[in-house]
């Protein structure tokens, strides 16, 4: 309940409050523009133009403020062009008319205007009709006893007196007050949507374009940094064996000839060593596709690396269903390198991964009892993992305060 009445409080606020600006704008606007473009001949109109697209650029930083508290939401400033440097006084002068944002700022002042005189005034009469239909009983025996004033309740015939208008107005009263949130609640949303979209559109398309360019560029560097780090594993593992492999086999070819016995040590030695390196082969092909992944979903393949990790590990997933290859990827690999992580750096003695889905995002969680210190900053365990959240753009987190414990909270979308 006091919740609403905030709510309604700002509400109500908003749209008193946007009315004399809109005004005040708007006279701004059509005075300006027509002295500006009256003079434009003689050059003196062009600096009359571009003060009143400051003007209005000004009219549209309050009202992106405004409109952060109608919506809950931080509404973006678009990026007004500078002059360049070095240009004369006229270039820089006309600055403003040369920006589109100026202009949409323009064109919000003047769709606002209508606008928030419609609202205004449903603001008005809503609450207007709320307060006298409630407070009737307290000054109904006046104006009931009033000769020759006739109540709406007798012109509609439903009869005279102060009983009857009494109960009308309270019932007609007790309408608009039930309404009167969600009234309110809708104009100014309407009215706030109209300005985020006029004056913020633009800047907020901006923001989503730089974020998908980040993404990639995040998807790009997480992949080379596994194809290094793959790379890396395979020259020191993999590769290594099977040159060693290589040589007793050469050496086995070698002492056939002379003693049979010596070369069959040698060829077993060279099986142990061909087991060895399939081991760990699979092991780095996990880091690729791990195919339990694949086949079976989330939970069998978090199963399989809680496992695994040299840390024990208490797993809480909480999802069954099957996601995008692209999110169950993510997931996975994240809890992978975090688990590493985990293995290699925190002294932890206990370990927890939990996975749940909230709304369309996929929730992780994974925390430990180690030391702390943790970051994702480039050159420390957990730098690949912000890469692979921004790629999906999800939201990372780490909290891994000097002593411990640490806390990483990964939010995936899923939908």
């Avoid at 009315?19 to 600096?47: E, K, N, Q, R, Y």
């Avoid at 809480?316 to 999110?327: G, I, K, S, T």
């Avoid at 990827?329 to 925190?346: I, R």
């Avoid at 900053?377 to 640490?406: C, F, I, Y």
Wanted: aromatic fraction near 4%; charged fraction near 15%.
């Amino acid at each position: 309940m006091r919740r609403t009445l905030r709510r309604l409080t700002a509400d109500t606020a908003y749209l008193l409050i946007g009315f004399p600006l809109a005004v005040a704008v708007f006279c701004v606007l059509i005075t300006g523009i027509s002295a500006g473009l009256g003079t434009a001949v003689t050059l003196l109109g062009i600096p009359v133009l571009a003060v009143t697209l400051l003007g209005v650029r000004t009219f549209g930083d309050i009202e992106r403020v405004r409109i952060s508290g109608v919506l809950g939401k931080p509404v973006s400033r678009p990026r007004y062009p500078e002059a360049p440097a070095g240009a004369g006084w006229l270039r820089r002068t006309a600055n403003p008319i040369l920006s589109g944002q100026s202009w949409l700022d323009a064109l919000h002042a003047l769709l606002i205007f209508p606008v928030a005189i419609g609202t205004f005034v449903l603001t008005i009469v809503w609450w207007a009709l709320a307060l006298v239909g409630l407070l009737y009983p307290l000054y109904g025996g006046i104006t009931s006893n009033i000769p020759g004033n006739h109540q709406l309740p007798e012109l509609l015939g439903l009869g005279t007196g102060y009983v009857t208008d009494s109960v009308f107005y309270v019932i007609l009263g007790l309408v608009f007050a039930i309404t009167l949130a969600p009234v309110m609640r809708g104009c100014a949303v309407l009215q706030a949507s109209l300005g985020r979209t006029l004056l913020s559109g633009v800047a907020e398309l901006q923001e989503r374009i730089e974020g998908l360019t980040e993404g990639r560029n995040a998807a790009v560097h997480a992949e080379a940094d596994a194809l290094r780090r793959l790379e890396r594993d395979i020259h020191d593992g993999p590769q290594q064996r099977l040159v060693h492999l290589a040589m007793e086999l050469s050496r086995a070819q070698r002492e056939l000839q002379r003693d049979a016995s010596a070369a069959h040590e040698t060829i077993g030695q060279a099986i142990t060593a061909t087991r060895d390196t399939l081991d760990e082969l699979r092991a780095l092909s996990r880091g690729i596709a791990p195919p339990i992944l694949a086949d079976r979903g989330l939970a069998p393949a978090l199963a399989a690396l809680a496992s695994r990790c040299t840390v024990p590990v208490e797993l809480d997933v909480q999802v069954e269903e099957r996601f995008p290859a692209l999110v169950e990827n993510t997931v996975y690999f994240l809890t992978a390198e975090a688990l590493t992580n985990v293995a290699k750096h925190s002294r932890a003695t206990t370990c927890a991964v939990s996975l749940m889905r909230v709304g369309d995002s996929l929730l992780l969680t994974i925390g430990d009892d180690g030391v702390g210190g943790a970051h994702v900053a480039k050159g420390h365990g957990l730098a690949g993992l912000a890469d692979r959240v921004r790629v999906v753009e999800g939201e990372l987190t780490v909290n891994s305060p000097a002593g411990g414990p640490t806390m990483i909270v990964a939010e995936v979308p899923c939908a």
